[in-house]
């Protein structure tokens, strides 16, 4: 094979297929991003006053950025398309070509943003070991090296909160508080990758300004739990922010009437906090019914989603996944494991149903 068909092998990149003869889909435990606004959700959106935000004239999005500013804690913040930008545009901002990030081997900045970091910026991140999608305070201070000409220079530190393919686990308060301190003391900025932010806040009772308190750049998504159809926003101090403008506008995330999204990020922030509390009472509901059936192993959530292996069972967990959405049931398997994550448009009854199949699937394999 010569290089350039290895080269092309390995950027192919080839979707599943969609089956005609597929059920439609009636149980989405798919991920928190395939919600769909609600009515209110939908009248919010068309009730939106709407400026130009690109020369900041959208009441709409400064009002978002405004409430997100404030839940952060921060002097100011900045509406994104999507949370990898809000990711991507704060490494280019706080980082140079060279340098080097740290974070969970498993964090999205690493395996799940195609790369962007790298190819956008120049940085290289350093993957931490630890479990459930976290490293202690302690591998982080060892991971530290001295500055020297022969080694990069690091600069930012990242953690996911809630830890996504760690189970959706929830950062300690304290171990964040040692990592801020580790990394002031030595001179690193600090990132919170805040996808499911308001997960681990509702789950807590901690709120997002104490979490996100000496994390030099933090954001929120809005199209996952909190069940907007798009984006996020990033918060920081005036002078962070002015930068992620910066790249915001070189990466082609300025918008025009974005108001029009804002608006729902705005009645998710008011209408779709609280009530993540019940995502992941169904989040337990499933893990308790799955745990009951012989063979399957389920790690317990703490927040909305559920990771859990068939193995046991006698089923692969590509062969589960198949089989549930033969009855309509949708969800993957991600890092060996299948992921099912509970959300807006997930019910107690859709749940007791996914639990009697995967019972019934095990049962006869
Ligand atoms: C932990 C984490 N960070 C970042 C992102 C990226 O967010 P978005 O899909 O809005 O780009 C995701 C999305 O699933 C995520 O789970």
């Known amino acids: 094979m010569t290089w ?14 969609r089956d005609p003869k597929q059920l439609p889909v009636r149980i989405n435990l798919l991920s928190d991003t395939q919600t769909r606004p609600t009515p209110a959700m939908r009248e919010a959106i068309a009730r939106a006053e709407v400026g130009d935000e690109q020369i900041g004239d959208d009441p709409t999005v400064n009002l978002l950025c405004e409430r997100v500013a404030d839940l952060l804690g921060k002097e100011a913040a900045v509406f994104m398309p999507s949370g990898t930008m809000c990711n991507v545009a ?23 943003e195609g790369g962007a970091h790298a190819a956008l910026g120049g940085f290289q991140i350093t993957p931490l070991p630890g479990a459930d999608g976290q490293f202690s305070p302690a591998t982080f ?14 600069t930012v530190v990242s953690v996911e909160q809630t830890a ?13 508080d040692e990592i801020v301190q580790i990394a002031n003391s030595n001179g690193l ?77 705005v009645h998710a922030l008011d209408h779709h906090v609280d009530r993540l509390a019940e995502d992941h ?27 859990f292996s068939p193995d046991g069972a006698g089923v692969t967990g590509d062969d589960m996944v198949a089989r549930l959405r033969q009855h309509g049931v949708l969800l993957a398997m991600m890092d060996g494991r299948i992921r099912a ?13 996914t639990v009697g199949l995967v019972r019934e699937i095990a049962r006869s394999a």
């Not at 704060?90 to 969970?104: F, K, N, S, Y």
């Not at 201070?141 to 690091?154: E, F, G, I, T």
């Not at 994550?341 to 149903?353: G, K, N, R, S």
Request: charged fraction near 20%; include cysteine.
């Open 90 to 112: 704060a490494t280019l901002v706080h980082c140079r070509p060279g340098d080097e990030i740290l974070a969970h081997e498993t964090a999205h900045i690493i395996a799940r």
């Open 4 to 17: 350039l068909a290895k080269r092309e092998l390995a950027m192919t990149y080839t979707p599943a297929p």
């Open 164 to 176: 996504n393919i760690g189970g959706g686990t929830i950062w300690k308060k304290a171990a964040l």
């Open 341 to 353: 994550c509970t959300h807006l448009d997930v019910t107690a009854a859709m749940i007791e149903e």
């Open 281 to 307: 009472a169904n989040a337990r509901a499933l893990a308790r019914g799955l745990s009951q059936i012989r063979g399957i192993e389920v790690q317990q959530p703490e927040t909305n989603l559920v990771f």
């Open 141 to 154: 201070r060892a991971a530290l090296h001295p500055r020297s000409r022969y080694q990069p220079p690091q």
């Open 189 to 265: 900025a600090t990132h919170m990758d805040g996808a499911r932010l308001m997960n681990a806040c509702v789950a807590t009772g901690i709120g997002a300004r104490e979490m996100a308190k000496g994390w030099d750049s933090a954001w929120i998504d809005f199209s996952k739990g909190l069940g907007a159809p798009v984006g996020a926003a990033i918060a920081g101090s005036r002078e962070f922010i002015d930068e992620v403008w910066r790249w915001k506008q070189r990466l082609g995330g300025s918008m025009r009437q974005a108001g029009i999204c804002a608006a729902a990020c």
